[in-house]
């Protein structure tokens, strides 16, 4: 399985953005898809996911400005941003994993990033 992230770029405070992520290769059932970052010097944080019925969860730091979806068919993840901030600067990781359970996935394939960077 591979994982395609793509879609960062520069932005300016309170513009939006949008990443996608592309799973190729052996893909399976109940599969669940989801989102981390990482900012220079932090630990990885988690941003959202989305599971293969489309419950989806977020982060609090971001829950009320991003939005997440999936086309179960073209395998694709979509991570809409909104209102971004400078904090939201990090590089932006996509992974695929297996639905364990409620709002739990258990991660097996990583992306390799996307760079987000928020400044005016």
């Known amino acids: 399985v591979q994982l395609q992230a793509s879609g960062g770029g520069l932005v300016e405070p309170g513009g939006s953005l949008r990443l996608t992520c592309i799973a190729s290769g052996r893909t399976f059932s109940r599969q669940g898809m989801g989102w981390f970052r990482q900012a220079p010097g932090k630990e990885r944080e988690f941003v959202a996911q989305?599971?293969?019925?489309?419950?989806?969860t977020f982060g609090d730091s971001v829950k009320d400005r991003f939005g997440i979806s999936r086309d179960v068919v073209k395998n694709t993840m979509y991570l809409q941003m909104y209102s971004l901030k400078p904090e939201d600067t990090a590089v932006y990781y996509c992974g695929l994993g297996r639905v364990v359970g409620p709002g739990r996935i258990e991660y097996d394939y990583w992306g390799q990033g996307t760079l987000v960077t928020v400044s005016s």
């Open positions: 989305i599971s293969w019925t489309g419950d989806a």
